[in-house]
């Protein structure tokens, strides 16, 4: 009778528990500038608008109906179907004690707070990914007899330090670059074409085949990401509500739209679009002082919309726009922006009508850095507002009292087929991996290459400990939060325009388009400009391609 009672409860417990498992699902998933300058950091010290930059909005959004994306390609590396359980390892291999130096971009590298954390750690922690990175390595260097060691990058010119490497005769088995630090390194043969190393399987599913898809270019490879990279996605930007100030309002009331109701159920419909989340933080906005002035939640205004100083361009992706494309046969280069083709004056004049705080009637929107933004959505007072992923795990989740649910970044329109969520590189807060060319042994650093890769994958690795146990079970705080993860976490997307920065005028163009005092875009896009652009990508894909010595310098 006891067993049966006991068998009987288990069952109770079991069925309790297929919810909670439903609702928590999902697998575990410069040549530009100087790579050290802290453009505009997400953290919280950063500060500073944006600088401004001029044409009439002709576009009337309202009209707009097409779908202005262009990428075709498949973006996601590891969906959320997929079953780390089934990643079966390497066979052992006897490595006969091989020290594994890796040099890795740390804390000095870059972007202030942000470092590698899913590499190396020296003992055990009750942190998720700290105890999965020290069991992930411990594994393999006793299946594997070999020794994994980090050696950190101690400068903020993770580029100059690689060539000094290189001239020293230094030798290091793996290097993880900054984004801008690994595009110098690539055209000046510092770094091993991957497509060469035979021992890293490619095809396998632990890599993100869109950001191999995305930087090969001439049939090379230098730079990757993958599960042994949390990096990009804790860098991906996503919109943050609050619920209790939405729950004050009745939108489908005030807006007349029934969809106003759930902006959970608006992500999943498809129709969670920047206009219909203007249109709701134009209902929120209150002037307390009544004096007609950029809101400040800080002043007791309350605020519908607080524009981040990445938020241009984190929305020209997310409206399905880009400014170059590769094709998937050798990777080569095409401008997609003006004249050059593609939809950048449709979607630049509808970001400009939107978010655009200079022109009469949207002088209320406030714009910023990170450490304001966060600070003004700590007051309760503010709706919506952007933010990276590691902003929400690092700031906002370790304060018991903020409020917050995750949404996607907003699309152009509901025909938008999909959600899009652009890597940004310029802030430096994102890494890639990659092999120098000078190391010691190349078969073995390449093989220990895959095998971390791999692992890192598995059931109870870095990318499950990071994105199951880290971001879904508890940086989220609601089934709604989760599922916006999973979307975000599948519409990772890159564009290596934005490593290399061709023209040295598109970026500033877009990054300005919330606080410029005109809309520039008919005075900046022009053949000459474009002309330049195309023979700047022209000259990296000969270098991708041919990379020249490092005595020649960076010549991309």
């Not at 609702?23 to 530009?32: N, Q």
């Amino acid at each position: 009778m006891k067993t049966a009672m006991k068998v009987l409860a288990l069952a109770l417990v079991l069925l309790m528990l297929v919810p909670f498992v439903v609702a928590c699902g999902g697998s575990g998933d410069g040549t530009t500038t100087t790579q050290g300058d802290n453009n505009k950091p997400e953290n919280p010290t950063d500060s500073g608008d944006e600088t401004t930059s001029d044409v009439d909005v002709t576009t009337d959004p309202g009209n707009v109906t097409t779908d202005p994306g262009n990428v075709t390609t498949d973006p996601g590396h590891n969906t959320s179907s997929d079953d780390p359980g089934a990643i079966v390892p390497p066979e052992p291999m006897d490595l006969d004690g091989y020290n594994y130096k890796a040099y890795v971009r740390m804390k000095q590298s870059g972007n202030g707070s942000f470092f590698c954390e899913d590499f190396w750690v020296e003992t055990s922690s009750t942190d998720a990914l700290s105890y999965a990175v020290y069991e992930r390595n411990k594994t393999v260097e006793d299946v594997y007899n070999c020794r994994i060691r980090q050696y950190d990058a101690t400068t903020k010119g993770m580029y100059d330090e690689m060539t000094r490497f290189y001239f020293n005769d230094e030798k290091y088995e793996l290097s993880i670059l900054l984004g801008s630090a690994a595009a110098t390194c690539a055209t000046v043969n510092l770094l091993k074409d991957i497509y060469s190393l035979e021992e890293i399987k490619l095809e396998h599913s632990t890599y993100d085949q869109n950001s191999i898809d995305q930087f090969t270019m001439g049939n090379k490879l230098y730079y990757f990401s993958g599960d042994m990279n949390i990096s990009p996605l804790d860098s991906a930007a996503v919109t943050i509500f609050n619920p209790d100030l939405f729950g004050k309002y009745d939108f489908v009331e005030e807006c007349d739209n029934e969809a106003y109701d759930d902006l959970y159920e608006m992500v999943a419909d498809g129709t969670w679009t920047v206009a219909s989340m203007m249109e709701m933080a134009e209902i929120v906005k209150v002037d307390s002082a009544n004096d007609g002035g950029t809101l400040s939640a800080a002043d007791g205004d309350t605020v519908g919309y607080f524009s981040y100083s990445a938020t241009p361009m984190y929305y020209w992706y997310g409206c399905g726009a880009r400014v170059s494309e590769l094709d998937l046969d050798g990777g080569y280069p095409s401008l997609v922006f003006g004249a050059q083709g593609g939809n950048s004056a449709e979607v630049f004049n509808f970001l400009y009508s939107q978010i655009n705080n200079q022109q009469p009637g949207k002088q209320w929107i406030p714009n910023g850095g990170g450490s304001t933004r966060n600070s003004e959505f700590m007051t309760d007072q503010l709706l919506f507002t952007d933010i990276i992923i590691w902003d929400i795990r690092k700031i906002l989740h370790p304060q018991d009292k903020a409020r917050y649910g995750i949404l996607p970044i907003p699309k152009y329109n509901a025909e938008q087929s999909r959600y899009y969520d652009v890597v940004y590189w310029p802030y430096n807060t994102t890494h890639l991996w990659s092999i120098p060319n000078k190391c010691n042994d190349i078969s073995k650093a390449s093989y220990v290459f895959h095998v971390l890769a791999v692992y890192s994958a598995m059931a109870d690795g870095t990318m499950d400990a990071y994105y199951t146990k880290t971001l879904e079970l508890s940086v989220a705080r609601d089934a709604g939060s989760r599922a916006t993860l999973r979307i975000v976490r599948d519409s990772v997307t890159y564009d290596i325009f934005l490593l290399y920065n061709w023209g040295d005028f598109i970026i500033n163009l877009i990054e300005g388009i919330d606080n410029a005092a005109s809309n520039q875009y008919g005075d900046q896009v022009t053949a000459d400009n474009l002309d330049a652009a195309v023979a700047d990508m022209e000259l990296t894909l000969e270098r991708f391609k041919n990379p020249v010595d490092p005595s020649q310098g960076d010549a991309a």
